[in-house]
């Protein structure tokens, strides 16, 4: 007897535990299994494109925090470049080092939390994300020092930076850059040969290279499809080309890899903030910038590799103190676009994981 | 004395199995030891929560609840007062009778298993000479109660997270039973007092290979880690108990820590020697190896992920039964062919063979796949 089976419809999400933010996934199941998935999101939308389109140049910097708010850092330093490039505004060495640093400390931030997070949609009971929070910790305390705050940093200027950081500062990222390396092999042993995660991660959620082109994928979901593309070594800002540093590549494109490539990434980091440290020169932070800065009319579109993957920011400039467009390519919302192809066949369990492996935050794509 | 035999002529009248010199006759003997299960079950799950929560707390590098109480230990009541005063919410279109009956339904059969737990030499409500035998049909039951529970809380994760667990119980029970039986017939009884004194080294070293079957399997039936399917928070919220709070959760909350009790008397009875031990009165190390036991079990839970629905059962039919039948194959040879061979002979044949099988098994059987092209 042939069972009549009826597919059925849950809405995971808005609130639900693993959907790192309010998303939802309005999915078709057909008992465990997936047959259609349709993202639904918007929930957290604040108009944070118009908002800036109404501010002063500089007024726009904290509205970018609030972008990805676990990389702020690295949202700072995409759109102060993009208004660099147009009014061609030069930075101060010591500056453009600080920038880098800041940056490369956030991105551990970011894979930390992004790894934990994939661990825990895994089913390890939140250990792992408990220990990757510990050293996230420490990163946060070196932006406090830095910024005076913890999660929405507001520190880089047009110019330069909004100030000089404190002689605590450098002991300080000495020791973190001493020691992260050990705590990165923690985490890697943690869980990276585990039987059951091996099962759940390896094959599962597989981005196609092709596909992942094609819908223009970016940051570590692109790289784990074994595309070796980084904005950092393709279209070098800021002063990227001092550094030697290595792009990890995944080879399948499946959870797994997306997963490998962070930890990977993690280390080259570590490797230039390394660098930057030993390069950092004295000097002036912060160009003369006017307050109320008018850019010569223009349209510019800046990019950086944020730990999400290709952040830019396109800006169109009236010679008014406001910018006249203002448009962020949020590198969230394009990995989302291949969610559905990446789910459908999969249980719910693995639906979960192929979300937490993609890495999102809600304030990046809804803005 | 005249005691209370409900099967006169019969061999299975529990009345027949009294210690002999019980005062005050059968009902004397069974109103004391209701009365000591449930304080038993009651304050160990409270100690439990506690223990865990705590022992969680240190291997997630945080302190755990430490504010109640000298070290927290106040917590559970806590938790128990404010779970008290929570409003019951009923879901409009769930079904009232099947919502509020299920948590009744999972607790009652663990309290039951206890009947049969030896606490020492004799101290148990009713020695019956099918002990283990009852102790796993009994446990079945509170499947019954999780599927109420998803069925009658009209929610769609509460619905996956029951189908999950009916699934996987009806799928471990049998390598659990098979597992069991090697001890049985290494014992010669199945009745739980005499599994543990026939226990004159502990059969853990006689069964390495049947009691990884019955942990497994046991944290499969418990739904511990890494078999949580049924309330997977990360996937299907809260599972079964979705829909549940005030009262009928902190019941379902008290079934997932008896049960863990629960099991954790039952593996210290069938393979670590129950309440025998040097030294320390017999009561006192059956608390000490029970403790041990959760401590292994919540150790797992804080360490590993989750597997999937469908890897679950294939480990179930794949691996763990194939296992099980090969164990209980070798231990009706050993029991026939070298039932006066030396204690240590056979002790390291066993961890051969384990080794072998295992190793076996990590090659042949494989988890992973899984997509369904739709």
């Not at chain 1, 993202?39 to 007024?59: D, M, N, Q, S, V």
């Not at chain 1, 850092?73 to 800041?102: F, T």
């Not at chain 2, 599972?239 to 863990?260: I, Q, R």
């Not at chain 2, 204690?343 to 899984?370: C, D, Y």
Request: glycine fraction near 8%.
């Amino acid at each position: 007897m042939a069972l009549k089976t009826e597919p059925f419809v849950v809405n995971i999400g808005p609130a639900h535990p693993s959907t790192h933010g309010v998303f939802r996934m309005r999915t078709t199941l057909d008992g465990e299994v997936i047959v259609d998935m349709e993202p639904i999101f918007g929930y957290l939308h604040r108009g944070i494109e118009k908002l800036a389109e109404e501010r002063t140049y500089t007024g726009v910097i904290p509205l970018t925090d609030r972008l990805d708010y676990l990389a702020s850092m690295s949202n700072n330093l995409a759109y102060v470049l993009a208004v660099e490039k147009l009014a061609a505004i030069p930075v101060p060495g010591r500056a453009e080092y600080l920038r880098v640093i800041m940056a490369e400390l956030q991105r551990i931030a970011s894979h930390l939390i992004a790894v934990g997070a994939f661990l825990n949609d895994c089913g390890a009971f939140m250990t792992p994300i408990l220990y990757m929070l510990r050293e996230r910790e420490k990163i946060l305390d070196l932006f406090e020092m830095a910024s005076g705050q913890r999660l929405t940093y507001n520190y880089m200027r047009v110019g330069g930076v909004s100030q000089d950081v404190p002689e605590e500062f450098i002991p300080a990222l000495d020791k973190f850059v001493k020691v992260m390396p050990g705590f990165i092999d923690e985490y890697d042993q943690l869980l990276a040969e585990n039987e059951i995660l091996l099962a759940r991660a390896k094959g599962v959620g597989i981005l196609p290279k092709e596909l992942a082109i094609n819908i223009s994928a970016s940051g570590p979901v692109l790289r784990a499809s074994g595309v070796k593309w980084d904005i950092r070594k393709a279209d070098p800002y800021s002063i990227y080309d001092r550094f030697e540093f290595d792009i990890p590549t995944g080879t399948v494109g499946d959870c797994y890899d997306r997963y490998r490539v962070r930890i990977q990434e993690m280390r080259q980091s570590v490797r230039i903030l390394r660098q930057a440290l030993e390069q950092l020169p004295q000097g002036e932070v912060r160009s003369d910038v006017p307050h109320l800065l008018r850019p010569p009319v223009g349209e510019v579109y800046g990019h950086i590799e944020a730990p999400k993957g290709e952040l830019g920011f396109y800006l169109v400039s009236d010679n008014s103190i406001a910018p006249y467009r203002f448009h962020i390519r949020a590198p969230s919302l394009i990995n989302l676009t291949a969610l559905r192809d990446m789910m459908v066949g999969w249980k719910v369990a693995d639906a979960i994981i192929i979300f937490g492996s993609i890495d999102i935050c809600m304030g990046e794509v809804d803005r | 004395m005249t005691v209370f035999n409900p099967y006169p002529g019969s061999s299975i009248g529990y009345g027949q199995t009294l210690p002999p010199d019980w005062p005050g006759g059968f009902w004397l003997h069974w109103g004391v030891f209701v009365v000591i299960i449930f304080v038993f079950v009651m304050a160990m799950v409270m100690g439990f929560i506690w223990f865990e929560r705590r022992g969680i707390g240190r291997f997630q590098v945080r302190l755990g609840p430490n504010r109640v109480g000298p070290f927290g230990v106040l917590q559970p009541v806590a938790d128990a007062i404010k779970v008290l005063l929570k409003e019951d919410i009923i879901p409009a279109k769930g079904d009232k009778l099947v919502h509020w009956l299920a948590p009744v339904v999972a607790f009652v059969p663990v309290l039951v298993i206890f009947a049969v737990v030896p606490f020492q030499d004799g101290a148990l409500l009713a020695d019956l000479n099918i002990g283990i035998l009852y102790v796993v049909a009994i446990s079945s039951i509170s499947v019954v109660g999780i599927f109420m529970a998803g069925w009658g809380s009209n929610n769609k994760f509460s619905l996956l997270g029951a189908m999950r667990t009916v699934a996987q119980e009806v799928s471990y029970e049998i390598p659990l039973v098979l597992s069991i039986l090697g001890v049985v017939l290494i014992a010669g009884s199945l009745s739980l007092n005499d599994i543990v004194k026939a226990q004159s080294i502990p059969f853990i070293l006689l069964q390495p290979l049947g009691f990884l079957i019955y942990f497994i399997g046991a944290c499969a039936e418990i739904n511990r880690t890494p078999f949580d399917l049924l309330e997977a928070d990360s996937e299907i919220v809260a599972g079964f108990h979705t829909e549940y709070s005030g009262m009928k959760f902190a019941l379902f909350y008290l079934v997932e820590y008896a049960e863990a009790l629960a099991i954790s008397a039952i593996i210290t009875t069938l393979f670590l020697g129950g309440w025998r031990g040097p030294v320390l009165p017999p009561f006192l190390w059956f608390l000490i190896k029970v403790v041990g036991v959760f401590f292994l079990i919540f150790w797992i839970r804080s360490t590993i992920p989750r597997v999937r629905v469908d890897q679950l059962m294939a480990f179930a039919w794949k691996c763990l039964l194939p296992l099980a039948l090969i164990n209980l194959l070798i231990t009706g040879v050993e029991v026939l062919v070298l039932p006066e061979a030396l204690p240590w002979t056979i002790i390291f044949l066993n961890l051969a063979i384990m080794a072998v099988l295992i190793a076996l098994w990590s090659k042949l059987f494989r988890l992973g796949g899984g997509r369904v092209e739709v």
